[in-house]
């Protein structure tokens, strides 16, 4: 299955209504172009290096006319003559990205689950449950030892 990590405050963030002002259409219309833009670059880069990218070819994978020297006027794409590369691309895309979304949404899920029952709620914390174990055996072994002392 393929998706984007999107957050949620992505569509207020300035740079949408920068984006907006400089493409002369709404913030929807910008958000809209910005997915469509992420899909398609998820599709073709793992690191976030697209070779011969121009910008006329980011205006029509989003839609927009001016979209490729707007996303650089705010920094979300940097081109060169050899093709563009998009800053923090692998907070959001790519296979790293989906792994580190996956494994925080289990991991909240499982504290969710924890407060609601609490029988998966350990009565300690695992450094204080290793350190009573190693007193445990410390007294068990001082117990033997005085057996053969005595």
């Known amino acids: 299955m393929s998706w984007l990590k999107i957050e949620t405050h992505t569509p207020t963030k300035p740079e949408m209504s920068q984006l907006a002002r400089l493409c002369h259409c709404s913030k929807g219309d910008v958000f809209l172009a910005c997915f469509r833009f992420w899909a398609w670059a998820d599709s073709q880069s793992e690191d976030g290096w697209i070779e011969f990218l121009t910008p006329d070819d980011v205006d029509e994978h989003a839609g ?28 959001h895309c790519g296979s790293s990205a989906k792994r580190r979304a996956l494994d925080a949404e289990r991991k909240r899920r499982s504290r969710a689950a924890r407060k609601t029952c609490p029988h998966f709620v350990r009565k300690m914390s695992a450094s204080k449950a290793d350190k009573s174990v190693t007193r445990e055996e410390k007294r068990r072994e001082d117990e033997i030892r005085e057996e053969y002392i005595f």
């Not at 001016?66 to 996303?71: D, E, I, K, S, W």
């Open 64 to 91: 927009i006319k001016g979209f490729g020297a707007a996303l650089e006027a705010v920094g979300w794409i940097v081109f060169s003559d050899g093709g563009a590369m998009i800053p923090n691309f692998d907070r």
